[in-house]
């Protein structure tokens, strides 16, 4: 069933986060860090279970393909620092900028692509301005990635538009909004929000309005910033010794490729995957943890045959699309977004193509953001690494005897972001429970799969409680809750979104049987005490 995220609250999601120990601000007790997280007890469970099964799903027991073959996928550790040539030649020395826009008078910095512009569009009698150089001034600008997510920031400060407020948002042109205004009086009017074009950042920054201030007069033209962390290996701190954080897990794949073949004897096709951090000092680390400066990444690099790449471009953006759905992300809150020619990455050009799986997080409803982007890179990066490396990385082809690099399709999702989708999916409110909210993950997700409580202090009921929680334990996430009415304990359950409570009653001293209270639709029923892991067994799936 689809959750519409319309009316759920970035704010109450945060907070819920805090309070239920999903996520903290990193070195909170220091007054933070912008764009560094903690995962809590909850949160660190449930990033692990994502990681899992990812895991499991990809590596252990990946997918038939498209002609009912087994797949075969090997994983990978590699190292956060690697010689800083990798990145030279991945590219990422050269290419990982973003041209970046300050702000004079505020010292803040943001992305010169994720300005966007709030237009009058047609108003009675408040006509736009036109500036020297030719461009329609914005009434006022905002930071975000997409116009929507502008929208979405636009109706919670409506003070940005003063007189007017947005009654209605539709999409306009490519990648416009058209919203329908109206001021205290009544009057209406119409606006339209889409990004700032560079060119008008570049020629005519000091006529667009500061999404800080509103002044103008205050920003810089877009300047190119290098999004990679630096760091030293050794004592000594010279040039000689940099290197950086890895920006993405995927070069470590490609570094590995050549070890992977002369080891595990695969053929192509073939994939590796990896799961671990990546760091790149993004301008504006925003939304909780959607946009961060350190996260985590779950990359596979599928190389095949280069005629073959297309339809494993294919086969890959169907695969990753139903697993995120099996998770329990629902069909009207994902979407597939095609790359355009322009927005291609320098290793997928002159490919099949790139293509975002996006989802519809709060903060850009009614519009979609990127949860995983898959890409065919071409045979840029063995290419790369075998001109700067100077080692032969071409695969030979015993059947057909032939040599050649093989072509890679990239799925690469991320987890840090993967884990604020599932949060976002899961949030429900529901003003007739006591916890006013709940979180409906997935069984095989849930940071606590199951709940064990005596209902009352008293008789044997605790002990036959701790019997069954110790069974339990072994296998599953399960928490055992005497404190406080039992009403009470469900709604902490609740908040945790622990799927299955067992609550061993006066009942089950006489017949062996306990009560089951299920969490989305707070029903319950009696199993023997002997069923309850088969009970859950059944209900894990994946
Ligand atoms: P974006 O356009 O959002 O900056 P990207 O296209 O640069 O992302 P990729 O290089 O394709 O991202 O990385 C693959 C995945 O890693 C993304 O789909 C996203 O889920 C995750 N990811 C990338 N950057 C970040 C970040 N700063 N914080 C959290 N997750 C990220």
Redesign the pocket.
Same mark, same amino acid.
Do not use: K, N
């Given at each position: 069933m689809s959750t519409p995220t319309a009316a759920k609250s970035m704010d109450e999601i945060v907070a819920l986060c805090k309070r239920r120990g999903f996520i903290f601000p990193a070195s909170e007790i220091y007054g933070g860090i912008n764009g560094f997280w903690d995962y809590g007890p909850l949160g660190v469970e449930l990033k692990n279970n994502l990681r899992d099964a990812w895991w499991h799903d990809m590596v252990r027991c990946p997918p038939a393909g498209p002609d009912g073959e087994q797949l075969e996928i090997v994983g990978l550790d590699s190292a956060i620092i690697q010689n800083p040539k990798v990145w030279e030649a991945s590219g990422h020395v050269g290419g990982f900028n973003d041209p970046m826009v300050d702000d004079k008078e505020t010292k803040q910095r943001f992305r010169a692509d994720h300005l966007q512009g709030f237009f009058l569009d047609v108003t009675p009698d408040k006509p736009s301005k036109t500036a020297a150089s030719g461009h329609t001034i914005p009434l006022c600008t905002v930071v975000a990635s997409n116009p929507s997510e502008a929208v979405a920031i636009l109706i919670e400060q409506p003070k940005l538009i003063k007189p007017w407020r947005i009654q209605k948002a539709v999409p306009h042109r490519k990648d416009q909004i058209r919203v329908a205004l109206k001021d205290q009086d009544g009057t209406s009017g119409f606006g339209i929000v889409f990004a700032i074009e560079r060119e008008f950042l570049e020629h005519a920054p000091n006529e667009i309005p500061s999404p800080f201030t509103a002044n103008t007069g205050a920003l810089t033209p877009p300047r190119q910033f290098n999004l990679m962390f630096e760091t030293w290996y050794g004592a000594i701190k010279s040039d000689e010794y940099k290197t950086y954080l890895r920006p %993405?897990t995927a070069q470590g794949l490609f570094l590995n490729y050549k070890n992977i073949l002369d080891t595990m004897r695969v053929k192509v096709p073939f994939g590796i995957a990896q799961i671990g951090k990546a760091f @790149?000092n *993004?301008v504006n680390p925003r939304n909780f943890i959607?946009?961060?400066r350190e996260?985590e990444?779950m990359e596979m690099e599928w190389f095949c045959r280069p005629e073959d790449a297309p339809k494993w471009f294919e086969f890959w953006q169907q695969q990753r699309l139903s697993w995120w759905k099996s998770l329990g992300l629902s069909d009207d809150n994902l979407t597939i977004r095609q790359h355009d020619e322009d927005e291609l990455s320098h290793y997928a050009q002159g490919g099949a193509g790139t293509v975002d799986i996006e989802y519809r997080f709060p903060f850009t409803h009614p519009g979609f953001a *990127?949860? %995983? !982007?898959i890409a065919h890179r071409t045979d840029f990066d063995l290419k790369a690494h075998q001109e700067h490396a100077r080692v032969k990385l071409e695969y030979f082809d015993q059947e057909r005897n032939k040599r050649y690099i093989p072509h890679v399709v990239e799925p =690469? =999702? !991320?987890l840090? @972001?993967g884990v604020l989708a599932l949060i976002c999916e899961a949030y429900t409110p529901d003003p007739d429970r006591p916890s006013k909210v709940f979180l409906r993950f997935h069984p095989r997700l849930a940071p606590i799969q199951a709940a064990v409580f005596p209902l009352v202090a008293k008789n044997d009921m605790p002990q036959q409680a701790e019997n069954l929680y110790q069974q339990l334990r072994k296998k599953y996430a399960t928490r055992f809750d005497i404190k406080q009415s039992i009403g009470k304990r469900y709604a902490r359950m609740d908040e945790s979104g622990t799927p299955f409570c067992f609550t061993i009653d006066g009942q089950t001293l006489a017949d062996q049987t306990v009560t089951v209270r299920d969490r989305d639709d707070c029903s319950q029923q009696r199993i023997g005490i002997a069923q309850v892991a088969g009970f859950l067994a059944d209900r894990m799936g994946g």
């Open positions: %993405e @790149r *993004e959607y946009r961060s996260f990444q *990127e949860l %995983e !982007g =690469a =999702a !991320g840090t @972001r």
